[in-house]
């Protein structure tokens, strides 16, 4: 971790510090989903034998009402407690894979239990390796995810891993922004637990050719108590929002006639607690002192709009760097 003195860190850090915080948004580049095959609501993979991993059984939510503003209880700049979540609405929330509760599956217009079962797990196992595979989230290759994707989007994925620039819009063109992983050496976690909350549904969306494809939404919040390594004075809480939307269909080239696509048009996340402006793809923790582990570098972006709470779900970002309520 690169340090730079302290009181210039916490000048450059005042416009992003958990008490007022501010949201990076991140969104997915655009990507052209191949055309569904004829056939596209063929009986397709009984979605039997899904891999999972060491993950735990899904289970219901933990008792909590997100939609409560939070009251929120700033980190301590001494280190932290025995609980980092206490204070927040996510000391209530399931811990990891737990919070991501698939519901559950019965016949939606022309797919069978089985299909729409098959689409829940796998969006389940998209959510768990995108935000809870430690490589990942350490900064590592993002395997996992990729592994998960149909051989066109895959290739998509990894050819854009580090890929330099802006789109139009002014958001990376990194396909790392897809997974949640901070900046390699920046952060450490603190425990071992993420708290997690959310909602998965699914739904039958007929397209104007007559054919058909299922859709799985989901919006979760991740949260993610972290350190900078070996300075536990400066630890804070990011909390990450991801809202995908993974269509199912008999997609041209994919190796089953039931397949997934993350698209890019109903795929984002805001990230509170970061710093704002950054475009290689990671998540930077805009820790109260030490700001970067890059010499020279500082946030370019300062928060803007109304604040939003970050612990609730569904929020509307209308800036680049939104600002929040705290983490």
């Known amino acids: 971790m690169f340090n730079l003195r302290r009181a210039a860190a916490i000048a450059a850090a005042a416009a992003c510090l958990a008490a007022t915080g501010c949201s990076a948004i991140k969104s997915m580049a655009a990507t052209q989903a191949p055309q569904p095959a004829t056939g596209a609501t063929s009986a397709g993979p009984s979605g039997a034998g899904l891999n999972l991993g060491n993950a735990p059984g899904a289970s219901t939510f933990a008792s909590g009402d997100a939609s409560v503003a939070a009251s929120v209880v700033p980190p301590n700049p001494l280190g932290p407690p025995a609980d980092p979540f206490a204070g927040t609405p996510a000391d209530h929330w399931a811990d990891g894979a737990a919070g991501i509760a698939a519901p559950a599956a019965a016949p939606i217009g022309p797919y069978t239990k089985t299909q729409v079962e098959y689409a829940y797990q796998t969006m389940r196992q998209l959510l768990i390796a995108g935000n809870l595979d430690k490589q990942t989230l350490l900064g590592g290759a993002p395997t996992?995810?990729?592994?998960?994707?149909?051989?066109?989007?895959?290739?998509?994925?990894?050819?854009?891993?580090?890929?330099?620039?802006?789109?139009?819009?002014?958001?990376?063109?990194?396909?790392?922004?897809?997974?949640?992983?901070?900046?390699?050496?920046?952060?450490?976690?603190?425990?071992?637990?993420?708290?997690?909350?959310?909602?998965?549904?699914?739904k039958a969306v007929k397209e104007k050719d007559g054919s058909y494809e299922f859709d799985v939404v989901v919006d979760y919040l991740?949260?993610?108590?972290?350190?900078?390594?070996?300075?536990?004075d400066d630890w804070m809480?990011?909390?990450?929002?991801?809202?995908?939307?993974?269509?199912?269909?008999?997609?041209?080239?994919?190796?089953?006639?039931?397949?997934?696509?993350?698209?890019?048009?109903?795929?984002?996340?805001?990230?509170?607690?970061?710093?704002?402006?950054?475009?290689d793809g990671y998540s930077h923790p805009d820790y109260p002192v030490t700001v970067t582990t890059t010499p020279g570098a500082q946030p370019s972006v300062s928060p803007s709009g109304t604040p939003v709470n970050p612990y609730v779900a569904g929020k509307s970002y209308k800036d680049t760097c939104q600002a929040t309520t705290g983490t």
Not at 225 to 232: K, V
Not at 252 to 273: D, I
Request: aromatic share 12%; charged share 15%; with cysteine.
């Open 237 to 279: 809480r990011i909390v990450s929002e991801v809202a995908w939307t993974v269509g199912f269909s008999n997609w041209q080239g994919a190796p089953s006639s039931f397949a997934p696509w993350l698209e890019s048009n109903g795929a984002s996340a805001g990230v509170s607690g970061t710093d704002c402006g950054e475009t």
């Open 222 to 232: 991740f949260v993610y108590p972290i350190e900078p390594p070996h300075q536990p």
């Open 144 to 202: 996992a995810f990729a592994d998960l994707l149909i051989p066109s989007q895959k290739s998509w994925f990894l050819d854009g891993l580090g890929k330099k620039g802006v789109d139009k819009q002014g958001d990376s063109l990194d396909t790392r922004q897809w997974v949640m992983s901070f900046e390699p050496g920046s952060t450490q976690f603190i425990g071992s637990m993420i708290k997690v909350h959310g909602s998965m549904r699914g």
